[in-house]
């Protein structure tokens, strides 16, 4: 037995709560820090946690003799008024009974000044059950020429509104939110697709190192701070190397449980988050994401050499500067890129019309415009009806069939709203795209139908990047802890270049988004032939349902005066004395030929009805209908010369079992029937639809479906006989060649094959065998 895997070791803290203060430099990463439930605060401010149904103090911060003038272990247990007073405790209650406090903290009262000490805002939201105080001195008296805040927000607002691009957008962000905070150096940082961070923006003071175009990576914004970033607005942190202050107790003695600071301005920071500030110099940062769509889209990253502070109407602006800016992010996108989305749409259109004229999709990359002058793209290939239509630089076909049959298994087409794959570095997901880096290291890949694989696919090459990192990006250092090396910021953002192979420009949304409508247009266009189609076929099925029924009573009404005749035959023959042997002969002949015109009728009244009756549906196994089928025709007697082989057993399909059984039937009899050998050997089995195996001669609409066969070692037939096997009355050796028959067995088994909505073809060698494959319209009941 192998020894059972080792468990991941308990953190240092075990069981218990979590605080930065004590536990914070036992990290081995930064994505195992616990940051919403840090169990301190920052030491500017004091913060209370209390009971809900009395507001009685759970927890306090150790700090509030300093700001509130008493011991946080002589608060607990208290009513919130021995620190607010009976008008705040009035104001606090209003507050929980009428206001929404789970998804941010709003500011209650101002807490009048003690001797000695200031004036403190106190702000309160809920959390996990809990209302949370946060205490911090107030700023409302205001700096001389601060002004209105609210106007000062207006203002910035419209001047927001009137930027042309992103990154104009963005460069008026950072100097709105300075202008507002006057901190020495406010940045916008854009993550990418693999979350590494570049700031695209920055307004800062005179004599500071620019730090515009530099990329960070990835671990410097470790996942749990990115989340936090979902749910908050803002994260100042006034004094980035201040000491922090422990909550009292640090688990609420209610629950037992931390308490959830995701909400909290006097959260305290992490170990990694100060040290990494303070290699930087900076000792001040106030943070707010943008988001677009609910993701995280970048940050406004405020620096300040020097601590200093950040009254609530300062972060109150400032936050509502965040939410405006990722309100109107997707407006700046939109302005920007709005002449490449007319460009777009207006080469399309072209496209689409031409096509609809000529009545296939050539147009799409046979003329100009193609394909290629809508998309920036070096390439660009249309799979369908079976075959590539290509433009500009494209891999072989070959390579194009590989590559497609790997796109058509991604999860991402499987999305009914966006079935699209898009990539900037394929080779690093696709093996068969190792080596075409010059022709397609990017791929923007749209499906037009799944069951015939149809695709829209452009191609960039690969472009030399050079990335301008604020240090090695593969830079990890550690540092000694209480419990061996921890994790540690880096200490170097000295430039580092580094040149990037391998990757194409990548494809913005308004690309991705034109080729998601294109599909569209080319879906409409293919579906408006397929109605066309429709039209016509629903003509056609009129006119077979007219000719089924003109053939049930012309074959009906000809068989009373064909019994007539055989009757008056009948009788000639009975008074034999009147004919000479010329006259017995023929009247001989015309016997037969009766008989014979008797079973034509009958075969064309039975193929009518097979077109009329209605199918009776439902699971059914196929060896047991099989098993009918063998019984039938006398397969199973000793006498029968035959040899029936089922190399596995058959599945369940949803059919009608009588008219299976009558297809294995004609399938089998014929097997039996053309063979020069003393015994035929017969194999029946199937194909299931995801089994990797030869499907020779099968149609295109065959694909994914289990395919049925009966094989034998018989006669064989020439390929060029291979349709004009299936027609009515069609017979390929002499009338009485192999046990004579009437010809029209394998027209009612491609019709009953037809009416349960498959499709019946062969394949065969001549004096080598023949094998014929059919499809019925679902799957195994197993895989339905």
Not at 146 to 159: L, T
Not at 359 to 385: E, F, K, M, N, R
Not at 427 to 439: N, S, T, W, Y
Request: one cysteine or more; glycine letters at 8%; charged letters at 20%.
């Amino acid at each position: 037995m192998n020894p059972p895997a080792a468990s991941a070791p308990p953190p240092p803290w075990g069981d218990g709560p979590y605080s930065t203060k004590r536990h914070g430099t036992t990290l081995d990463t930064c994505d195992s820090e616990p940051v919403q439930t840090p169990g301190c605060i920052q030491d500017h401010g004091a913060l209370l946690v209390l009971r809900l149904a009395d507001l009685s103090i759970l927890q306090a911060s150790e700090n509030t003799l300093l700001h509130l003038g008493q011991q946080a272990a002589q608060l607990l247990g208290q009513p919130v008024d021995r620190v607010v007073g009976a008008a705040g405790a009035t104001r606090l209650n209003e507050m929980l009974a009428h206001d929404d406090l789970d998804r941010g903290a709003s500011y209650a009262f101002t807490l009048p000044a003690r001797p000695g000490a200031v004036a403190l805002d106190v702000c309160v939201h809920t959390s996990q059950g809990v209302a949370v105080l946060e205490f911090e001195a107030t700023g409302r008296a205001g700096k001389p020429g601060e002004g209105d805040y609210f106007e000062r927000v207006k203002s910035a607002v419209s001047r927001l509104q009137t930027a042309g691009t992103v990154r104009a957008f963005c460069q008026q962000v950072t100097e709105e939110v300075r202008s507002i905070t006057g901190l020495d150096r406010v940045m916008v940082y854009r993550f990418h697709a693999d979350l590494h961070g570049e700031v695209v923006a920055e307004s800062g003071r005179e004599g500071l190192a620019p730090w515009l175009g530099l990329h960070y990576p990835a671990a410097d914004i470790p996942l749990p701070a990115r989340e936090i970033f979902k749910r908050i607005w803002i994260r100042p942190l006034p004094h980035a190397a201040g000491p922090l202050v422990e909550l009292l107790p640090l688990a609420n003695p209610d629950t037992g449980r931390a308490l959830d600071m995701t909400h909290c301005a006097l959260r305290g920071a992490s170990v990694m988050y100060s040290e990494y500030l303070a290699n930087m110099g900076v000792a001040a940062s106030l943070t707010m994401p943008i988001l677009r769509d609910g993701e995280l889209w970048g940050l406004i990253a405020c620096h300040h050499d020097t601590p200093t502070q950040f009254p609530y109407q300062v972060r109150a602006a400032c936050e509502l500067l965040a939410q405006v800016a990722s309100l109107q992010l997707k407006s700046a996108e939109h302005t920007e890129q709005l002449a490449y989305r007319l460009k777009l749409e207006q080469v399309h259109q072209q496209l689409v019309a031409r096509s609809a004229r000529d009545g296939d999709l050539l147009a799409l990359t046979a003329h100009q415009p193609s394909l290629l002058d809508a998309i920036d793209a070096g390439g660009a290939a249309v799979y369908h009806l079976d075959r590539w239509w290509c433009v500009g630089r494209v891999p072989e076909l070959a390579q194009l069939d590989e590559l497609a049959a790997w796109l058509c298994g991604r999860p991402e087409f499987q999305s009914a709203m966006r079935p699209v794959f898009v990539s900037d570095a394929w080779a690093l997901q696709c093996p068969a795209a190792v080596g075409l880096e010059d022709i397609a290291s990017g791929v923007l890949a749209a499906t037009l139908s799944r069951q015939r694989r149809g695709l829209l696919v452009w191609f960039r090459p690969q472009t030399m990047q050079t990335v301008k990192w604020a240090g090695n990006p593969q830079d990890v250092p550690s540092a000694p802890g209480p419990h061996g090396l921890r994790l540690s910021p880096r200490t170097s953002f000295e430039l580092f270049v580094e040149s990037v192979r391998g990757r194409s420009l990548p494809w913005s949304e308004v690309e991705i988004d034109a080729a998601l409508r294109l599909r569209l247009l080319v879906l409409e266009l293919v579906i408006t032939r397929a109605e066309r189609l429709a039209d016509l076929n629903a003509d056609l099925a009129r006119s077979n349902e007219e000719l089924d029924a003109f053939a049930y009573v012309a074959s009906h009404d000809l068989k009373e005066p064909l019994r007539g005749i055989h009757r008056y035959a009948h009788q000639l023959l009975d008074s034999a004395a009147a004919l000479d042997d010329d006259n017995r002969r023929r009247v001989d002949n015309l016997m037969r030929l009766t008989v014979r015109m008797d079973s034509l009728l009958d075969s064309l009244l039975h193929f009518s009805r097979v077109g009329r009756m209605e199918l009776e549906l439902e699971d059914a196994d196929l060896n047991a209908v099989l098993e009918e089928a063998l019984e039938m025709i006398g397969a199973r007697r000793p006498e029968s010369r035959c040899r029936i082989e089922v190399p596995r057993p058959l599945p369940q399909v949803l059919c009608d079992p009588v008219r299976l059984r009558e297809i294995y039937s004609n399938l089998l009899a014929n097997a039996i029937k053309y063979t020069l050998k003393d015994e035929a050997h017969i194999e029946v089995g199937y194909l299931a639809a995801d089994e990797s195996a030869a499907r020779p001669n099968a149609p295109a609409e065959s694909a994914g479906q289990a395919i049925f066969y009966v094989k034998d070692d018989g006669i064989g037939i020439e390929p060029r006989h291979y349709e004009q096997v299936f027609r009515m009355f069609k017979r390929m050796h002499g009338r009485d060649d192999y046990g004579g028959g009437v010809g029209a067995g394998l027209t009612i088994v491609q019709k009953l094959v037809q009416r349960h909505g498959g499709q019946v073809w062969l394949d065969a060698r001549l004096g080598v065998g023949s094998t014929f494959y059919f499809t019925l319209p679902g799957l195994p009941a197993e895989h339905r």
